[in-house]
């Protein structure tokens, strides 16, 4: 039987890649003549990064300072593959990064892309694809363009402070930011506009820190720095309201003001990773996440997986920390059956600590299942 195991982080606990091993160790366990293919995925947040670098062996990955969202020291990388870059804004930008008590959205910063961004375009790329998610910020990605040699201004044309609350006094960009000619790309399957109710302060902000006040203010800060990002010449019409410009905090709309583009993560690496020729040859399909949840049906990893699964006539099984989709929304895009860590051990507590002894668990008992 070949089982393709492709699933994403379980974040805070345990890497995509350490998922994938856990539970093809507990299904060869017990059943040791099944053939499992491990495929760790990621739509863009923390994690890209090695998925893309395992998926690409013959690209150069290299290592490049830069700042966390406080502006610590902290070291990102950048993996180039002929003129195309890959970096991972989340090894900046995470929230993986602060303790829990340095959540703020209002004063962190994106900040530290810029140094990853500029070591691309050092390096060569002619296209920069920048994986979008898991962060920690909420500032429109103005600390990008302040890396990039167009920091926020004030009226009085000082440089704004960092952060997402600064930005209800920004009047202009102080400079044109270098690129070289080279294009960004966002990738991120957060569809997400800038502002209002689905917007990056709104939905995402609490995770960061982000009180119900805070959320106004930050909110209402972005719609002060969409207005100044519209006077770029690249800037698409209507950014505050593009698919994708809330991603990360607003960095989506950053990357459109700058003339980029938005692109589905688990798109991109579904076609990097060449996982729909595997899933043309499995048997079955494992995937996964931390919380398989409503946020999941709309373009996640889980999604992007069931679905091309579903196309196939392959069924596919989701593993998750907790499961909060119910049975008729995942069986609508295509999910056969799903389980939960907090079901299998009885607490969060217990999943949260003992994720990998869980996950082989299930492969044991789903190995009895659905191997004959």
């Known amino acids: ?54 998926a690409l062996p013959d690209a150069k990955r290299f290592a490049v300072p830069t700042t966390d969202p406080l502006g610590r020291p902290v070291e990102g990388h950048v993996l180039l593959d002929g003129e195309t870059a890959y970096v991972e804004s989340a090894e900046a930008c995470g929230l993986h990064l602060l303790a829990e008590h340095e959540r703020d959205p209002a004063h962190t910063t994106t900040f530290g892309l810029g140094p990853l961004v500029l070591a691309a375009v050092e390096a060569g790329a002619r296209e920069v694809v920048v994986g979008l998610g898991g962060s920690a910020t909420n500032d429109g990605g103005a600390g990008l363009l302040a890396a990039l040699g167009a920091a926020p201004l004030d009226a009085a044309g000082y440089a704004l402070p960092y952060g997402g609350a600064a930005l209800a006094a920004c009047t202009a960009l102080g400079g044109v930011p270098r690129l070289r000619a080279a294009t960004l790309v966002a990738a991120t399957d957060v569809d997400s506009p800038l502002l209002g109710l689905h917007g990056a302060s ?15 203010a930050l909110d209402g800060a972005l719609a002060r720095f969409a207005e100044v990002l519209q006077t770029l010449p690249s800037c698409p019409d209507g950014l505050a309201d593009r698919p994708g410009a809330g991603a990360a905090g607003g960095l989506g709309a950053a990357v459109l003001a700058l003339g980029g583009r938005v692109e589905s993560g688990i798109g991109l690496v579904r076609r990097l990773t060449r996982l729909d020729d595997e899933l043309d040859r499995a048997y079955l399909v494992v995937t996964g996440e931390g919380s398989f949840d409503e946020q999941s049906l709309r373009g996640k990893v889980v999604a992007g997986v069931a679905n091309a699964a579903r196309d196939l006539g392959v069924p596919c099984v989701v593993l998750a920390g907790r499961v909060d989709a119910g049975r008729r929304e995942a069986a609508s895009i295509g999910v056969t059956e799903s389980h939960s860590l907090v079901e299998h051990f009885g607490s969060v507590a217990e999943a949260m600590r003992r994720p990998a002894d869980g996950l082989r668990e299930l492969g044991q008992r789903l190995a009895r299942q659905w191997s004959r």
């Open 1 to 54: 039987m070949r089982v393709l195991v492709c699933p994403d982080k379980f974040a805070g606990t345990i890497s995509a890649p350490e998922v994938a091993e856990a539970f093809a160790a507990g299904w060869l366990a017990e059943k040791p003549g099944d053939e499992l293919v491990l495929r760790p995925l990621s739509d863009g947040g923390p994690g890209f990064g090695a998925v893309l670098a395992a």
């Open 202 to 216: 709104a939905v995402y902000g609490p995770q960061k820190g982000a009180s119900r006040e805070d959320v106004f």
